[in-house]
């Protein structure tokens, strides 16, 4: 498949996304998330251009603020345990080159994350093309200086959220939790620092099928099964004890294949979403 | 909880303060007793909670709320503050600029919050990881009651995590002067210089300080 990619994205498009919401084995996961994202391409059009970053020596604010989060991403991943070790470097390049790279944009704390998953998978100018990806393609504006969009996409769930799940929507509003309390972490790092790792990884494997929109399902699909109902908010009487909730969700719901199967089934919604979602009455499937 | 007569409080604290000063860590120390190099940066804002027996009748709940450090997450610190009670905030004894964003931080709290009765927060100010041998304020000699004074800190400590110093002792001062600052009667501080406002609002720019 990744052999005539070309040729599978023209015309066997359904193909694809039905091999990633399976999950892409993972001798194959680092190229085809390369493939997937378009970050192949993207090097191809940029040879060099990641080794020239790397030469630089960068803006002190962002190399200060980088070095401090090093050590504070995924802290008991093998590669990423050892001060000044491999995994630390590569993240350390990575980033650095993303600031030279959008100097506008320089380094969000949130970049980290996304960026080590990336690491585990693919060398370093590899993993920053496809950083560069996200960061552009998939999650514009996500870590800009004023976090506009994320703050917009909470918004964004928080309406979703009213139509798939109206009992989680209205405790929410009750207890006037904002969004951002919640899914600041989950939509900024992609889920990698929320789910299991095996859930991660599926999740990745549609997001850089799918897009955002997988982001936005899985956070409904915690959502509502957090507080969708009367009898899983008994014990959420006040705000704390909501985000405690929130913040430590069931190990039932982010199990890999119920997660995913929830997530697919909702494929079908979304779309009839997008073409009238008023006119279904959402509240009976909810 | 109600059986032996006893008060309970509840209080949302905020832990801000300039990134990698080790807001994250004192929340450790101080809710789990413990302390780790392994730790992950906190992305938005995390939570804990300490129960504290105050005296034989009052119970103390504090909802301590962790806020990430890197400036462009103050973006969002308006809905973070909401309704807080009080404030630590931290700084790295280590690291001069984390002292100057001090005053920054300060400045941004109390312009988002206030308590009912219009005053700022109780803030106490932490000088952490004074185990650590490098001290700013000792090197600049900067009176630091004076500056609490001048910025309106209520108290300030020299903190380790690490080492577990006076992480409880700064605790304790910051809810003894909230405790304070709620059974202050709203009268206390509404002395007569304050009533002419009130009978005259209309030209009172800042009317939003006697709301509720």
Known sequence: MLNNWDKWMAKKHKKIRLRCQKGIPPSLRGRAWQYLSGSKVKLEQNIGKFDELDLLPGDPKWLDVIERDLHRQFPFHEMFVSRGGHGQQDLFRVLKAYTLYRPEEGYCQAQAPIAAVLLMHMPAEQAFWCLVQICEKYL?????????AIQLDGQILFSLLHKVSPVAYKHLSKQKIDPILYMT???????????????????????????????????????????????KLKSCQGQYETMERLRALSPKIMQETFLVQEVRCWGTVWVATLLDWAALGWAELA | MQKHNQKEHLYKLLVIGDLGVGKTSIIKRY????????????IGVDFA??????????????????????????????????????????????????????TKWKEDLDSKLVLPNGKPVPTVLLANKCDQGIDVLMNNGIKMD???????????????????????????????????????PVQSIEPDIIKPHLNSSKIVSCSACFKS
Not at chain 1, 140 to 148: H, V
Not at chain 2, 31 to 42: E, G, L
Request: proline share 2%.
């Open chain 1, 140 to 148: 514009p504006g996500y870590y800009s200086e004023k976090l506009e």
């Open chain 2, 146 to 184: 004076q500056f609490c004074k001048e910025n309106g800190f209520v108290g300030w400590f020299e903190t380790s995590a690490k080492e577990n110093i006076n992480i409880n002792e700064a605790s304790r001062c910051l809810v003894k002067h909230i405790i304070a600052s709620e059974s202050d």
């Open chain 2, 49 to 102: 909670l300490k129960v504290l027996s105050w005296d034989a009748e009052t119970v103390v709940r504090l909802q301590l709320w962790d806020i990430a450090g890197q400036e462009r997450f103050g973006n969002m610190t308006r809905v973070y503050y909401r309704e807080a009670m009080g404030a630590f905030i931290v700084f790295d004894v280590t690291r001069p600029a984390t002292f100057e964003a001090v």
């Open chain 1, 185 to 231: 972490e989950w939509f900024m790092c992609a889920f990698s620092r929320t789910l299991p790792w095996s859930s991660v990884l599926r999740v990745w494997d549609m997001f850089f099928c799918e897009g955002v929109k997988i982001i936005f399902r899985v956070g409904l699909v915690l959502l509502k099964h957090t507080l969708g109902s009367s009898d």
């Open chain 2, 31 to 42: 809710v789990h007793q413990n302390f780790s190099p392994h730790y992950r940066a906190t």
